[in-house]
């Protein structure tokens, strides 16, 4: 029923590259997450607790990375900047976009976290002599972690489908190469179509580790 | 023993503490009666500056608690706290629950706080739930296990917010009885409570709170029986 | 054809017209988007709730593909699948099929929130009082289970709005890609990603502050 021809060989030729790709992606997701966690944390505790201009600050980081679309986010650090003649190299503009993104987002988490420990928890841990440093990470922070622990692995999920955008800015994750190697080929359809699928796996992956991670953390 | 002079304690417009003058001596057991509202609460947090203070002062054998220069962390040790709502940590089991704080704050060793925290629970009964998570634990075993929680710090005071108060009726019981058995041990307490027949069988001494005021204080026997003021009467009348 | 003619020179006032119908292209292709995935999502939610269990399974499964592939690659897949089956269809019209499909995946979960929502007991006390089934889901379940959702559902809408800006890859030239036009003729990236960037803030912040106070306001009671 189709005039067209499917071509998978060359895709399958290149599969290896495009696996070593996915680790690409792997790689800037997971490092934006990392930075996007702690900052998130930061935010978080800035709006709860802080005042001024730093309290001004966080919450404008978190309105505007969650009412921007992301690539508007992605354009910013890419030629945003330029403006300024700071020129990122393009794995910084996506790990810039994507941190800047997570960290909006988590902090919204954080902070609904933090709001759902009663305050009577900081007073108990407080009455024992624990100093307040003491008790945010001993007692606090881990059981905020239990609650936006779902959250954390959802954004981790969209930080991976959100890093694709990387293809428009010149960065050669999982869609970059693909696109490198689709518009060699012409091959279009068939190599966006093998991308689908790794993307399916990656997310899949990733949902699995943290279920199987959570059986390990949360004990209680 | 602790000293409260002139306590005066607002919350914004809201004249809590107005003027309270308290000593509780070594070995003591005093109770706090009075309406809700009426400050008693208050009270025990601004002795452990868990709430800071407007006027007056609290000191701990000498140690001004809301002064500028003391260690409160080190002062807190020496004061056990345990709430109306218990508070108990949901995430660490029994044992860390009481294992945490000597550990990082005391600065004992894992293996020292593990047996400090074991004897404790067994101390107020919870010896066979040292692995037990607070969610698999009943509210009185919760509140028991915030008991041992404070005295694994091996605190010189005892400070007792309404510890019954969020219990159901059939746990109660359980809780008064490791608190009266602390009181016979010696321990100096001070208990915020709404149990009168705790109030006149434990304590030394029953302090009457109305509306931010020291009303009476004076022997259970003074306060049940034959007391000075109107209002204390008239409170004892409704609660009985 | 007495434009001025102006490359790489300032932004100019025609340049503001030019954004302004680009914003528009942005709305016009998530509003039509956003309703028609809606209207999809909620049939789909209602299957997801009341269909028999392999059937669940299977829609539940292919629903979950698209929340799982970048939307920038479903454009792509789509863009070009689209000639292979002989269909001819511009960059807009993918791109409203591409994103309708999208919501309704988004949208198909929310539905089935509201519907688990309203409590059996509802539905029961409904039905006694002799309504029939459909009479139930729309005087009963769909005004109470709505509301439960109504405030996901604008978060849904706005994420969709937001990633219209990717149906750019496909050469419709929504607000983003004006932009990008704009910076590569103009050599002022800053000023014109402020503009672009205003525009959908203003659009997404105030509705996404709205849907919060409504879930506050409707949690409290």
Known sequence: MFDYNFHWRPVFRDLPDLIAASLVTLQVASLAMILGVIIGLGLALI????????????????????????????????????????????????????????????????????QAIPETQLRAARSLGMTVWQSYTRIIIPQVLRIVYHPITNQMVWAVLMSSLG??????????????????????????????????????????????????LFRY | MIEVS????????????????????????????????????????????????????????????????????????????????????????????????????????KREARDVAAEQLKHVGLGDKLESFPSALSGGQQQRLAIARALAMEPQYMLFDEATSALDPELVGEVLDTMRLLAEEGMTMICVTHEMGFARDVSDRVAFFNDGILEEIGPPSQI????????????????? | MNEPVQFFSGFSVNDVWFMAEAAWRTLLISVFSISLGTLMGGVFGWLLYEGRFWATAGLAA??????????????????????????????FASGVVVLTIYTAALVANVARG???????????????????????????????????????????????????????????VELLRASQILITRTQEPFLILAIAGAFYFALSYPISRYAEKLEQRWAVR
Request: aromatic residues 12%.
């Open chain 2, 6 to 109: 002139n306590l005066h304690k607002k919350f914004g417009d809201l004249h809590v503490l107005k003027g309270i003058d308290l000593t509780v001596s070594k070995g003591e057991v005093v109770s706090v009666i009075g309406a809700s509202g009426s400050g008693k609460s208050t009270l025990l947090y601004c002795i452990n500056a868990l709430e800071p203070i407007n006027e007056g002062s609290v000191t701990v054998d000498g140690v001004d608690v809301h002064a500028k220069g003391t260690d409160i962390n080190q002062l807190r040790q020496k004061l056990g706290m345990v709430f109306q709502q218990w508070n108990s940590f949901p995430h660490l089991t029994a044992l860390e629950n009481v294992a945490l704080a000597p550990r990082i704050v005391r600065g004992m060793s």
């Open chain 1, 47 to 114: 709006r709860l607790h802080g005042r001024g201009p730093l309290r001004w600050l966080a919450t404008s980081w978190v309105e505007l990375a969650r009412n921007t679309p992301a690539l508007f986010q992605l354009f910013f650090f890419g030629f945003g900047l330029g403006a300024f003649g700071l020129h990122l190299s393009p794995f910084l503009i996506v790990l810039a976009g994507l941190t800047f993104n997570c960290a909006g987002y988590l902090a919204e988490n954080f902070r609904g976290g933090f």
């Open chain 1, 167 to 216: 293809m428009l800015v010149g960065f050669r994750e999982l869609s970059g190469e693909t696109q490198f190697f689709a518009s060699r080929t012409f091959r279009i359809f068939e190599y966006f179509a093998v991308t689908a699928i790794l993307y399916y796996i990656i997310v899949k992956i990733i949902l699995l580790a943290s279920r199987l991670l959570a059986t390990r």
């Open chain 3, 62 to 91: 292919i629903l979950d593909i698209f929340r799982s592939v970048p939307l920038i690659i479903q454009l792509v897949l789509f863009y070009n699948f689209a000639p292979i089956v002989g269909l001819n269809l511009d960059a």
């Open chain 3, 114 to 172: 509201g519907l688990e929502a309203v409590g059996t007991p509802m539905r029961r006390a409904a039905r006694s009082l002799g309504m029939s089934y459909w009479q139930t889901l729309w005087y009963v379940v769909l005004p109470i289970g709505g509301r439960a959702v109504f405030p996901s559902w604008i978060g849904v809408a706005l994420g969709v709005m937001k990633d219209s800006a990717l149906v750019s890859v496909l050469g419709y």
């Open chain 2, 224 to 240: 049940f029986g034959k007391a000075e003021s109107e209002n204390t009467r008239k409170f004892l009348s409704k609660v009985r």
